[in-house]
């Protein structure tokens, strides 16, 4: 299991950085999908600059659009990602 504190980190990056209104840390369960109609609806400009966010705060590189894919479909998946690439 992963500390609180890099999904809670990682929810106020995207609120922040890609400016949404309306919606608060607490509004983000840490597995609704990031993208598409039944999570946060986030579409394919903001899955670019999640990977340069996620590169600028974490050193962290997702390489191409299937690693992409597979990091950026929820808060515990991008946070899996982060860990295992960090270890």
């Given amino acids: 299991m992963h500390e609180t504190g890099l999904r809670e980190q ?3 990056i995207i609120i922040e950085e890609l400016n949404l209104e309306d919606i608060e840390v607490l509004d983000i369960k840490d597995d609704d999908p990031l993208f598409g109609d039944e ?3 986030l579409d394919s400009l903001d ?3 999640l990977v340069v966010l996620i590169q600028k705060h ?3 590189e997702i390489k191409d659009m299937e690693e992409g894919r597979e990091a950026l479909a929820s808060i515990n998946s991008l946070a899996d990602f982060i860990d295992n690439r960090r270890a």
């Fill in 10 to 12: 990682l929810k106020k």
């Fill in 58 to 60: 974490f050193a962290v």
């Fill in 47 to 49: 899955a670019v600059e």
């Fill in 39 to 41: 999570g946060l609806g």
